[in-house]
């Protein structure tokens, strides 16, 4: 508004009396401006908003209207389930969880839920992990609360199975070691499993000894399409049962078998078939594996792929033809004996001496006599315990010139030591074997990946060894690094990605993690058990001792 008085605004300036009368005509006729602008503003406003209402129920129309000629609508229901099929995970069965398919695809629209639903290949395989029902007591167990719980599980998975047809079934069910769920709970759930057995095809039952004794009920003639199964147990009640051989393994067409006590594989069963292969000891006498055994059962599996024995149960009770010292087994022999021409992964655990004082450390590195031996050799893992020192490290890397990936991972996932006490074998020391300098060669030349977790080198060492092994391959004679995977449980000294060159990072894939927690989850999830990249059926072993598989 124009205004005489605009020079005395925002000052102190007391107008005279002709000046205040003025200045009130002065607003009064602003204000009857300022209504007739809010009066149009308000009319205007009104038709905007009827416009945007136009535009907005037209745009929902067109919106509607484009979706009914959608492509994807024309799409005949059998393409749709076959591109359903390929959104299933193809490292392990679908868990029972609607964040993941093929629950989620039912949760996008009607049509997609009813499709779903009538795809019997979309049902045919599961990963089933015990819920972890708490009660307070155990005599809690009973209660009505639990009881509807275990109840709506077990026909979930049963509705989950019916949905298959008569396809044949891939079956993988946990209980994660330590659960409080009912035992009544999983009984019923193995049952439920059970009464599809004469479709199973790959199954995979990691229970409780007591829950296993349902399974010798189950005939091999009832068992047409199985072709893998394993039988592994973690814990369970002490003494051991007296095993009986399980009639499952003598399946017509089985080929992958695992079994965590020797005593219930029968001994009429064709080993000839098998092509994957992994036993353990059970602690109990008639169970126990010995490398006699072992050698024994490897000569009647020419075509065996996938091997894994765990010697660890039997140490105390060798056999009289195996080579004992001091009440343990010496696994020299048992290595010497093994022709492994086409060998291409191995995964080794060192075992604790810990409660077998006398023994001769000086000779525990036995597995170099195989390692010496295995040209074409190219991944070599190893789970280290106490046992295994940078000594012992440096000898196993200096028999092992061949390997392009070295992993070295800690399984301990019960109980994590707090920070500073994390130990691991993979030392300064070893980061200079591996580390090529002017006049000396590194250890492992053709090493292109790098796994460890945790790791104790130090960021320079780290640094170092990224630094020689990618950027100066050629002068140094070895492979560049293709990808670098640590976690070290310690703060960070220096920021490798960025000390190194940019010439590295372009090659080189590089992820560091530092942990200043160690966090321990107690919520069991439905991806329990498969976080092992490669083992579908099987959780990562906590304790292996020796295990191997060949190219074909």
Known sequence: MESRFAPFLSTNYVPSKNELNETCELLMESDNQLSQLNAEITRLQSKIDKLISKRDQLHTDIVRHRNLIAPLRRVPDELLQEIFFHCLPVDH????????????????????????????????????????????????????????????????????????????????????????????????????????????????????????????????????????????????????????????????????????????????????????LSLESSGHVDGILTPSKALGILRKTPNLVHCELDFMGGW????????????????????????????????????????????????????????????????????????????????????????????????????????????????????????????????????EVLECNPCGISDAALLALIEQRTIHALANDVQPLERVDVAMYRQKMIDVPNALPPGVLEGTTITLQYLTTLALRMDITPLAGLKKPNRLQLPTKMYKYFSFRKSV
Not at 96 to 124: D, F, K, N, Q, Y
Not at 131 to 153: C, G, H, K, M, V
Not at 238 to 254: E, G, Q, S, V, Y
């Open 93 to 276: 069965n679908p868990v029972m969880s609607c964040h993941e398919a093929p629950l989620l695809l039912g949760r996008v629209c009607s049509h997609w839920r009813s499709t779903i639903l009538s795809a019997p290949r979309l049902w045919s395989s599961i990963h089933i992990v015990v819920p972890n029902y708490i009660p307070a007591l155990p005599e809690d167990w009973s209660s009505p609360e639990t009881r509807n719980q275990s109840r709506d599980f077990c026909e979930a998975v049963e509705a989950w199975l019916s949905r298959s047809g008569d396809l044949p079934l891939s079956i993988s069910l946990l209980q994660v070691p330590y659960s409080n769920s009912s035992p009544g709970f999983v009984e019923q759930l193995i049952s439920t499993v059970i009464r599809f057995s004469f479709r199973w095809r790959n199954v995979s039952l990691i229970v409780p000894f007591a829950i296993d004794s349902q399974l010798f009920s189950v005939s091999h003639e009832a068992l047409p399409l199985l072709e893998t199964f394993f039988s592994d147990t973690k814990f369970g009640p002490t003494p051991l049962p007296d095993f009986t051989p399980l009639d499952i393994f003598r399946a017509p067409h089985i080929r992958a078998i695992s079994s965590h006590c020797l005593k219930m594989i029968p001994e009429d069963v064709d080993w000839s078939r098998l092509t994957f």
């Open 316 to 447: 105390a009770i060798p056999s009289p033809f195996d080579d004992c010292q001091v009440g343990f087994f010496s696994l020299k022999p048992f290595y010497e004996r093994l022709r492994l021409p086409v060998l291409i992964s191995l995964e080794f655990t060192p075992s604790s001496t810990r409660q077998y004082p006398d023994i001769n450390i000086s000779e525990r590195p036995s597995i170099c006599t195989l390692l010496s031996r295995l040209d074409s050799l190219k991944e070599l893992t190893l789970l280290p315990t106490l046992d295994l020192t940078h000594i012992l490290f440096m000898s196993l890397l200096e028999c092992s010139p061949s390997i392009t990936r070295l992993s070295v991972i800690n399984t301990l996932t019960i109980n994590p030591p707090p920070i500073g006490e994390v130990w691991s074998p993979f030392t300064n020391e070893i980061a200079v074997l591996l580390t090529p300098t002017v006049g000396r060669l590194a250890v492992c030349p053709l090493l």
